[in-house]
């Protein structure tokens, strides 16, 4: 069982915007903003798509975006394109001196 | 451009040890910003750190809860890379392994290895 909550799914047409949540505890997303998302493909290493609640990386898109209201993180994808299909996992510090993730979310676009 | 290449036996019988190494090239594992980890993805899917070993002067490790008692990370400086070793596995430990890479202790992990699939079973 993850330490961070997830949808198992969610779904969209393309051009439309999704939003995953992930819901922590005040021991880890409620305690920093040290929130982060990750893509990952079938068969690859997951690739860092938000980082720090909002932060993108560069070269990320700036259809992702990332939110944080308490102990509940949302990252929201604008614009859906068939290459967004996906698993999205997210990611906390934890104040056990340890990162703590989701159990993932597959992003279908329709 | 970081770039992490693993290495290590795909199948290891249960009550042995599970190791890998991850070979670091575009960076070195004695850096005292960065910080070398262990992640891994269950077959249902989730991921799992492990834990990690940086340099600030001196080593340090972090250890998840869950493998704390069986789980050692280990810097080689001399080959540029560190090592997993996992003792006394289970079929539970059966999982993709990956190495990552952080930039700082809380910054996340930017640069991963491709990825090491370990199979527990007699």
């Known amino acids: 069982q993850s330490a961070l909550t997830q949808p198992a799914s969610v779904s969209g047409s393309p051009g439309q915007s999704i939003t995953i949540s992930c819901t922590g505890t005040s021991s880890d997303v409620g305690d920093y903003n040290y929130v982060s998302w990750y893509q990952q493909h079938p068969g690859k290493a997951p690739k860092l798509m938000i980082y720090d609640v909002i932060k993108r990386p560069s070269g990320v898109s700036h259809r992702f975006s990332g939110s944080k209201s308490g102990n509940t993180a949302s990252l929201t994808i604008s614009g859906i394109q068939a290459d967004d299909e996906a698993y999205y996992y997210c990611s906390s510090y934890s104040n056990s001196i340890t990162w703590v993730f989701g159990g993932g979310t597959k992003l279908t676009v329709l | 451009q970081v770039q992490l290449q693993q290495s290590g036996p795909g199948l290891v019988k249960p009550s042995q040890t599970l190791s890998l190494t991850c070979a670091i090239s575009g960076d070195s594992v004695s850096t005292t910003t960065a910080a070398w980890n262990w992640i891994r993805q269950s077959p249902s899917g989730g991921l799992e750190w492990l834990g990690r070993t940086y340099y600030r002067s001196m080593w340090y490790n972090d250890y998840a809860e869950s493998v704390r008692s069986r789980i050692a990370i280990k810097p080689d400086t001399s080959k540029n890379q560190f090592s997993l070793q996992l003792n006394s596995v289970t079929p539970e430990d059966t999982a993709v392994y990956y190495c990552?890479?952080?930039?700082?202790?809380?910054?996340?992990?930017?640069?991963w290895g491709q990825g090491t699939l370990v199979t527990v079973s007699s």
């Open positions: 990552a890479r952080n930039h700082q202790l809380l910054l996340p992990f930017e640069w």
